[in-house]
């Protein structure tokens, strides 16, 4: 396992092994997805008025397709190396 370089923030929200079977691809499940681990970390904050986490994931490189849908719904690159990228998103 090959260790991001930069300090990711605490807390957050860590997205992990998302995947939408390929012949389910390009119908908007991917972001339907995205948007309810949205609603959920927004929900984090309520009640007690706190910050809410960014949106943390990797990614590896030759994901071009998740990489696209992952910057069209608002992730920025912390970090990209040789094999992964590593990004997030602050709601």
Same mark, same amino acid.
């Given at each position: 396992?090959?260790?991001?370089?930069?300090?990711?923030?605490?807390?957050?929200?860590?997205?992990?092994?998302?995947?939408?079977? @390929?012949?389910?691809?390009?119908?908007?499940?991917?972001?339907?997805?995205?948007?309810?681990?949205? @609603?959920?970390?927004?929900?984090?904050? @309520?009640?007690?008025?706190?910050?809410?986490p960014p949106m943390i994931l990797s990614v590896d490189n030759d994901n071009s397709g998740a990489i696209q849908m992952y910057e069209k719904f608002g992730f920025e690159y912390l970090e990209k190396n040789d094999v992964f990228c590593m990004m997030g998103v602050w709601l």
């Open positions: 396992t090959t260790n991001p370089a930069v300090p990711i923030p605490s807390p957050h929200v860590y997205l992990a092994n998302m995947r939408v079977h @390929e012949t389910m691809q390009r119908r908007g499940i991917g972001m339907a997805l995205l948007s309810a681990v949205r @609603e959920y970390t927004q929900s984090l904050s @309520e009640g007690d008025g706190g910050d809410v």
